[in-house]
């Protein structure tokens, strides 16, 4: 006897739905391998500043504690990064975590990034929402509040 499985369905639930808020002269840019991604538009010759929101999916028992983890040994394994700032909050009304550093990239010099990681059940399932925000130091002194607001606007729903 066959049977069948579907997605999405009980066994398989659809993504966590998933939206930000963007300050005027931000836009929404459909971007490979994100689920959501905001740019501010500049001069073509520099660092675009962005926020992309990407998703994984885990079993049920993965926990914030796992993602938090997996992003402080990311930042840690970044030659020269400099952690600004870390701590635990609550992202879109779920336990999170957001971590704040900067190194240096060859073709743009100092980037500041922004991580922020929500876990979200899901079902039987666990989604993974990691939101990226990214700029250059120059371009953060005077735009790193938009970069943060778009990131606390995150809402998340199943």
């Given amino acids: 006897m066959t049977s069948r499985i579907s997605y ?3 066994q ?4 966590v739905a ?4 963007l300050p005027e002269g931000w ?3 459909p971007t490979s391998g994100t689920v959501l991604a905001a740019f501010k538009p500049g001069s073509s010759n520099e660092f675009t500043p962005n926020v992309v929101v990407t998703t994984s999916r ?3 028992d993965y926990r914030v504690e796992s993602a938090v983890e997996a992003v402080q040994q990311s930042v840690n394994e970044i030659p020269g990064a400099v952690v600004l700032g870390s ?7 779920f336990p999170g975590f957001r971590i704040e550093f900067s190194f240096t990239d060859p073709r743009v010099g100092t980037l500041v990034q922004a991580v922020r990681v929500v ?3 899901n079902g039987g399932v666990s989604d993974l929402v990691t939101v990226t925000g990214s700029a250059t130091a120059t371009q953060a002194k005077t735009m790193w509040s ?9 809402t998340a729903s199943v």
Wanted: without cysteine.
């Fill in 12 to 15: 398989f639930p659809a993504p």
């Fill in 8 to 10: 999405p369905g009980p």
């Fill in 18 to 21: 998933l939206s930000l808020d």
């Fill in 58 to 60: 885990f079993g049920a």
């Fill in 119 to 121: 876990v979200v059940a």
């Fill in 87 to 93: 701590e635990a909050l609550d992202i879109a009304g």
């Fill in 27 to 29: 836009v929404g840019n």
């Fill in 146 to 154: 938009e970069v943060q607001a778009v990131q606390q606007s995150l």
